[in-house]
């Protein structure tokens, strides 16, 4: 089992931008000690709690603070931007860290329709022209001549693409195109299951992969007992209750008993949107860790949590390396 950690690099309530990249690269250099295999961030716009926007100079940041291992987008909204520009980000950052790059791309805004114009100053490019996006970008890389322009940097680069997804469209371009898929299980696992079979069925083998490879985000909150797990959680369940209510805000300290305190309608969200996670001592992680692997196939989990504390965090990501070590042992 392959371990990768997602980080959102969140800004603790009271917090500040600065601090929150510092901990994301104190939290990378754990992750490697730990022998996770990747670390990405993910590009999310015009959120105060969230503090990887510029996510190609957030990468930067923590493969500088790193030594080996892979650094990535997890993801690129690709919709956001011109494919160039992404290929001269990439192609630099893959000069920078030769062999240590990934680029996931996704084709959701990162933001509300609001927060997308000012990004893209025009939806005339929008989701619908995500292949097409990708093809061009695959174009720079490979410096084919396609464009009639040479990315520099980004001619030659060859950072690891992948396709991201949460729905069944993501998981039909990475098979058509031959590229690893990475679901968005960890908030998003409705489609999960279907998603991963049309993965596979109609995966065409290509210079990027010989075979399917696939990879789904889980949820883990790890701790010493299963009461400091549960108080550890609440910091993410509160945060995803304020975004689905239309009030999103920084990360806010835990609360003891907080699901306990939610109404029938607060539990429901929850128990739906973080289905794919696991909260609990370090056995009660690698049995949830297995059985997601049996159930999905996948060749890696991509593990994510925001947690408060940074020491309860690093402490969280120490117990799921040691969790994913006794699924492996037990194999």
Same mark, same amino acid.
Request: aromatic share 6%.
């Given at each position: 089992?392959?371990?990768?950690?997602?980080?959102?690099?969140?800004?603790?309530?009271?917090?500040?931008?600065?601090? &929150?990249?510092?901990?994301?690269?104190?939290?990378?250099?754990?992750?490697?000690?730990?022998? $996770?295999?990747?670390?990405?961030?993910?590009?999310?716009?015009?959120?105060?709690?969230?503090?990887?926007?510029?996510?190609?100079?957030?990468?930067?940041?923590?493969?500088?603070?790193?030594?080996?291992?892979?650094?990535?987008?997890?993801?690129?909204?690709?919709?956001?931007?011109?494919?160039?520009?992404?290929?001269?980000?990439?192609?630099?950052?893959?000069?920078? %860290?030769?062999?240590?790059?990934?680029?996931?791309?996704?084709?959701?805004?990162?933001?509300?329709?609001?927060?997308?114009?000012?990004?893209?100053?025009?939806?005339?490019t929008d989701a619908?022209?995500?292949?097409?996006?990708?093809?061009?970008?695959?174009?720079? $890389?490979?410096?084919?001549?396609?464009?009639?322009?040479?990315?520099?940097?980004?001619?030659?680069?060859?950072?690891?693409?992948?396709?991201?997804? =949460?729905?069944?469209?993501?998981?039909?371009?990475?098979?058509?195109?031959?590229?690893?898929?990475? %679901?968005? =299980?960890?908030?998003?696992?409705?489609?999960?299951?279907?998603?991963?079979?049309i993965y596979r069925?109609?995966?065409?083998?290509?210079?990027?992969?010989?075979?399917?490879?696939a990879m789904a985000? %889980?949820?883990?909150?790890?701790?010493?007992?299963?009461?400091?797990?549960?108080?550890?959680?609440?910091?993410?369940?509160?945060?995803?209750?304020?975004?689905?209510?239309?009030?999103?805000?920084?990360?806010?300290?835990?609360?003891?008993?907080?699901?306990?305190?939610?109404?029938?309608?607060?539990?429901?969200?929850?128990?739906?949107?973080?289905?794919?996670?696991?909260?609990?001592?370090?056995?009660?992680?690698?049995?949830?860790?297995?059985? %997601?692997?049996?159930?999905?196939?996948?060749?890696?989990?991509?593990?994510?949590?925001?947690?408060?504390?940074?020491?309860?965090?690093?402490?969280?990501?120490?117990?799921?390396?040691? &969790?994913?070590?006794?699924?492996?042992?037990?194999?």
């Amino acid at each position: 089992m392959k371990l990768s950690f997602l980080d959102l690099v969140p800004v603790v309530e009271g917090g500040t931008v600065g601090e &929150a990249l510092t901990r994301a690269a104190d939290l990378a250099r754990h992750a490697e000690a730990e022998g $996770f295999t990747r670390y990405w961030v993910a590009e999310h716009h015009g959120m105060t709690g969230i503090a990887s926007a510029a996510t190609s100079v957030v990468i930067a940041h923590l493969a500088a603070a790193t030594r080996h291992i892979r650094v990535g987008a997890g993801g690129i909204m690709l919709p956001n931007h011109a494919p160039l520009a992404i290929a001269e980000q990439f192609g630099t950052l893959d000069a920078l %860290f030769p062999g240590r790059i990934d680029l996931g791309l996704g084709r959701a805004p990162g933001s509300d329709q609001r927060v997308a114009r000012a990004m893209r100053r025009t939806l005339e490019t929008d989701a619908n022209a995500f292949p097409q996006d990708v093809l061009e970008l695959q174009s720079y $890389f490979a410096d084919d001549g396609q464009t009639g322009i040479v990315a520099t940097p980004g001619a030659g680069a060859r950072p690891d693409l992948w396709i991201l997804g =949460s729905s069944l469209f993501g998981a039909q371009l990475a098979a058509a195109l031959g590229l690893p898929y990475a %679901f968005a =299980s960890h908030f998003a696992p409705d489609a999960l299951d279907q998603a991963m079979a049309i993965y596979r069925r109609d995966f065409r083998p290509s210079a990027h992969c010989a075979r399917p490879y696939a990879m789904a985000g %889980f949820n883990v909150f790890a701790a010493d007992t299963a009461e400091e797990a549960e108080l550890i959680a609440s910091s993410q369940q509160q945060s995803f209750v304020a975004l689905r209510t239309g009030n999103p805000r920084q990360l806010p300290p835990p609360v003891a008993g907080y699901r306990q305190s939610l109404g029938a309608q607060g539990n429901a969200l929850l128990n739906q949107v973080l289905s794919c996670s696991s909260i609990g001592t370090a056995e009660t992680v690698a049995r949830d860790l297995a059985a %997601f692997v049996e159930r999905t196939g996948v060749d890696e989990v991509m593990v994510t949590s925001a947690i408060y504390d940074q020491a309860a965090r690093k402490r969280s990501l120490t117990l799921t390396a040691q &969790a994913a070590e006794d699924v492996k042992a037990a194999a």
